[in-house]
């Protein structure tokens, strides 16, 4: 990770996209497979991951010098635990029809190991400004993901987006879309998307090295 | 460079004392908040349960536009609007005109996945199912869950005789008024739901035949 300037912004930005949680970085698959049958699913699972990641990169990143590197570990673990339990009974008590969809992804919110690593890798090394950039960045960033992958699904796997429906009434649903395997050829196809566009940019950053090279 | 040494060793060994306060200090935090979210959630939960329950039991008794619950206590079922979660309770409904329609019975058992659990309306004057409601399954998306998500198969359940028991058939075989058409697909989910009312009619109906019935307060 180039790191040597510290710039906010640039840390808010690195997730969206050249570092992408899910994209380039390909971490917490367990969710991003699991809820993603229907977009609004994907919204309120992003939701959910946004505010447990930015809640605990905040706090972990504030403790980072009473915290011994021998318990760090599972002192994050408390401290997200803690977020993802608040996260589950809010969602239960204000949106119980979504949170009877979500069912058990909420709670396995804990082991995303997306949420883990950015305490271990970024917030417990730097101060909360960064840090909550940091984890605001990647938390849209894999909201991002997630409401992109929902959104393909459920608009060819159920016809509907958002819950409105988009076609007639003669296309045939694609049943497979919203099912597991639907999820994981999603997921490939914009996996090979995100390299195609990576290793095209870094031939033309070649070219232009040659070529100045040359001149 | 040495000195770096030495300060890095002493970083690496804090007393035990220090770890242990660290992570008691953590779950004391953490239990405090899960604790104060919990209480604080608690009531709008359980109301939106208790909700979700009655205006599942107006929509399986079709015409009805009152219901009264009904608890199992001690071995006999009483008036009782209000109960403890995880309570045996069901919901008799009545008509414009304060006539008994039929009972709205709760039922759960294992689906293919994880437990099912549903209310179902049952109408008094031909003993007969005239509604189903799921109310909780994890049953597969496309296949499974169309046992509340097909109108087809939710339509089985407008007429249905409930003696002898409920079978599933297979789709469009359908011949007796105690038989309804399994989904393709998914018979595993569809036999689950028979199997659930079967064993829901076996628990309610004698307890029914023993109460008597008061008509609602009026308000």
């Known amino acids: 990770m180039p790191n040597k300037t510290p710039d906010t912004y640039q840390e808010l930005i690195k997730g969206l996209w050249r570092e992408n949680p899910v994209f380039v970085q390909v971490l917490g698959m367990c969710p991003v497979l699991a809820v993603t049958n229907s977009a609004i699913n994907a919204l309120v699972m992003g939701i959910a991951t946004f505010f447990v990641l ?3 990169s905040a706090i972990v990143s504030s403790l980072r010098h009473l915290i011994p590197s021998q318990v760090r570990i599972s002192t994050y ?6 977020f993802v339990t608040v996260v589950d009974l809010s969602l239960q008590a204000l949106l119980p ?14 082991v995303n190991c997306m949420i883990l690593g950015r305490q271990e890798a970024f917030a417990s ?6 840090a909550v950039a940091d984890a605001m960045g990647m938390a849209l960033g894999f909201m991002l993901a997630l409401f992109t992958l929902g959104s393909i699904r459920e608009i060819l796997g159920s016809g509907s987006w958002l819950g409105i429906q988009l076609f007639g009434a003669q296309f045939e649903p694609w049943v497979i879309m919203i099912l597991p395997p639907g999820g994981f050829l999603t997921l490939g196809l914009l996996l090979l998307f995100f390299q195609w566009f990576k290793e095209r940019k870094q031939r033309l950053v070649q070219r232009l090295d040659e070529l100045e090279a040359k001149s | 460079m040495m000195s770096n040494v030495v300060t890095e060793a002493e970083i690496a060994t804090p007393g035990p004392i220090h770890m242990i306060v660290t992570m008691c200090l953590a779950g004391l935090l953490s239990g405090l908040i899960i604790v104060s979210v919990y209480e604080a959630t608690l009531p709008t939960i359980m109301a939106n349960k208790a909700k979700a329950m009655r205006e599942a039991a107006f929509q399986v008794l079709p015409g009805v536009t ?11 079922l009483v008036v009782a609007e209000n109960g403890p979660s995880g309570e045996e309770a069901m919901f008799a409904g009545f008509d414009a005109n304060d006539q008994l329609v039929g009972y709205a019975l709760p039922g759960a058992g294992p689906g293919f996945q994880d437990i099912i659990s549903l209310l179902y309306g049952y109408r008094t004057s031909d003993q007969r199912i005239i509604g189903l409601r799921i109310l909780d399954s994890r049953e597969t998306p496309g296949l499974g869950d169309k046992i ?10 407008t007429s249905l005789a409930v003696t002898p028991d409920i079978k599933a058939v297979k789709k469009g075989t359908k011949a007796a008024p105690n038989e309804i ?4 697909g998914a018979t595993i989910s569809s036999k689950a739901v028979v199997k659930i009312l079967n064993t829901a009619n076996a628990t309610w109906l004698p307890r029914l035949a023993s109460i ?3 008509h609602p307060q009026e308000k």
């Open chain 1, 77 to 82: 673990i408390v401290i997200i635990a803690t």
């Open chain 2, 66 to 76: 009152k219901v009264q619950r009904w608890a199992w206590r001690d071995n006999k």
């Open chain 2, 181 to 184: 058409d399994a989904i393709t």
């Open chain 1, 54 to 56: 930015v809640v605990a």
């Open chain 1, 125 to 130: 090394r730097n101060p909360v400004i960064l």
């Open chain 1, 97 to 110: 029809a979504v949170h009877k969809e979500l069912g058990a992804f909420i709670p396995l919110i804990v």
């Open chain 2, 212 to 214: 008597k019935i008061t």
């Open chain 2, 148 to 157: 509340f998500k097909d109108r087809d198969f939710q339509l089985n359940f």
